[in-house]
């Protein structure tokens, strides 16, 4: 068994490789730090080599989470050779990674990919050259077009248990020096990592000096006597040392057109960064992106699989069938009303997040997401967050899981936490079937419900920033923004398609697991009281439940036993939510079209400012099951998860009841007798938010590096 | 001066990176090293976005006041 990664810079075409070799469908996109963990898939037609996919670094250095993932793997040793990706119209960076791999001892092979657009511009680059200056093979690919990947797998199966010549990259002087801690070190550390050791002490790598605590005594003299000739620290000759060397190399075997043309990416990002166009623009997107999924293409495809499949084929044929067949009343009203009704007013909605996902993978392939991050940056840093975290937020618009797992990209220690605990404030795609029904029900298909719920989303990751450091004594100032802009490119239809269908997938196989479960529950709490014997609903065990339950929700407007249990089924996965409904008015006998499901949805409410507030609530409170074991993950105790979910249902609550009594008073409701509390509410909010850093001296310290 | 200074459009060469931390090291691992040319390629209230050794890389202005070009 033998085992290859992939190692390359962010964004240099990793997972698409990877895709082709093992016939996997990992996440793609044109932005850095889509991979955040590593993934191992079989090589195809070489059932005994297993690709590793990880996440892209810059260097060997790791700054965040997930390039310690990258960084650990790599030197965890266990590797036979490197498929070292680098982007070929970027050399001069891409190779600075390469002249690290290479002091590795590891046996390395260069995949020049991106060759297709390199060829496009107009570049020559001259493989032998570059092959020869590395010293090790070099092949020209393209990932996306499937271009020389045969030689590729070729060229890296013969790799394995070769030895490579290591090029000597620096000047003379700093050769001689690292000669020098070599012969230190010789025999603390194996052979092919003794060149790698003494750079690494050269550059003052503290972890590096750790291990060697003992030899420092003899090496330290040799690194100053170097700083000294070279009038620099041993850090900037290193880095310093390879790029030089790189853009000798470049030089030689790069041959780039003259031709100094403004690029079409610049003139993009001229628009889309603009100061004055920049927030409408990406208001814009968004609105387009709801309109779409929820009001038109998407609506009008999950009307038709409401009506045409559900109502008029499925329901009633699975019950005439099973009738036919004899079996049991109680297991047809199980199968019948229970889980065909309920898994089908989700998977009804499946046409809507079609479209979501479609137009979420564009937005993923273009290149514009780096740019919404930049753009963001500056409002985010006013409360405390970098506009890095706005790529977990991105994400979440089609899952929270992902999106919590993306905020392994943000340096900062405590952004990083932050973002994690907050992103599913974001309505993602299992809780538009909750937007949709709630807006047709109760205000007429309004396209702006949708994007007022994703702007109160953001609004209250920000406000929970700020008070959520408070509270836990994070202060300081967030770590400085680095990111690299992608070129934009046309979103490659493969790449779009899978994205979306593989989300698609998701969703229907959650349906057929945990919905189904969760379906079959409520049916039976709901056809039975508690002597077991058949009711009707609203005399079943379910409503004794949700009357019971409902006066908690009863102070934000809907004390509502129905839209109660749908609440509390919707913490498992907000699926639920939508199922719940169609399960209790399904045995209601009343939904033959969807319009009727409308008016009783639209009859639980008092008002709509009752509605909304359910909404409100619905959105903003602890997400599902799977993101709350994401946030698990990513904070790493179930005491900061805990923090999380409670501040999540917390706000969720005072949200809801702010807006409902504001709500009613301000739609000539007039005054309710919880207004007065909903303004110390509201007081309180605005007190947890504006109150001084309880203790400021505490934890001032800079960007952290895990490692 | 520093990159903040810069107009947009206009294309200098990195003198220095001042600070000891490890955005610098970030930044110098990125390209940002002595001598390479860095170009603006558009400034939002402060933070830019740069092109340099052919890639264009958004930093804010706390990063951009430590970058030293001539
Ligand atoms: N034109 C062209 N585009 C490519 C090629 N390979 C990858 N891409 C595009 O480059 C972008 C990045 O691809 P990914 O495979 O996600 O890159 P990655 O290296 O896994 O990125 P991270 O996971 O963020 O480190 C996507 O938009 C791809 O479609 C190629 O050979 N030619
Ligand atoms: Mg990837």
Known sequence: MSEIALVGNPNSGKTTLFNYLTGSSQKVGNWPGVTVDKKAGRLKGHPNVSVVDLPGIYSLSPYSPEEVIARDYIMGGNLDAVINIVDATNLERNLYLTTQLRDMGVPVVVALNMIDVSRSKGEEIDVKELSKWLGCPVVPISALKREGLDDLVGETIRAIGTEQPVPKVFQPKVEEAISAVSAVLAGSEPDGLLRWSSVKLIEGDEAEREIHADDLAEIDPIVSSLEAAMDEDGETIIIDGRYNHIAAMVAVSVKKPDVEVVTLSDKIDAVVTNRWLALPIFFAVMFVVYYLSITTIGGWGTDWVNEAVFEEWAIPGAEQWLTDMGVNDMLVSLIVDGLITGVGAVLGFLPQMLVMFLLLAILEDSGYMARVAFVMDRIFRRFGLSGKSFIPILITTGCGVPGIMASRTIEDDRDRRITAMTCSFMPCAAKLPVIALIAGAIFNESPWIAPSLYFIGIFAILFSGVVLKKIQGFVGTPAPFIMEMPAYHMPNARTVAISSLDRLFHFVKKAGTIIILACALVWFLSAYNWSMAAVDVADSMLADIGHAVSVIFAPLGWDNWMATVATVTGLIAKENVVSTFGILFGLEEVSEAGDEIWANVAGMFSSGVAGYSFLLFNMLCAPCFAAIGAMRRELGTWKDTALAVGWQCGLAYAAAFVFYHFGTLATGGGLTIGFPFAVAVLALLIWLFARPMPNPEAGADEGVVPS | ?70
């Open chain 2, 1 to 70: 001066m520093t990159l903040s200074f810069a107009n947009v459009g206009e294309t200098g060469s990195i003198r220095k990176i001042l600070g000891d931390d490890s955005s610098r090291k970030k930044l110098m691992d990125m390209g940002f090293v002595e001598g390479a040319e860095v170009r603006v390629v558009c400034r939002v209230s402060g933070n830019l976005i740069v092109e340099v050794k052919g890639v264009r890389i958004a930093i804010d202005g706390s990063l951009a006041n430590r970058i030293i070009v001539g």
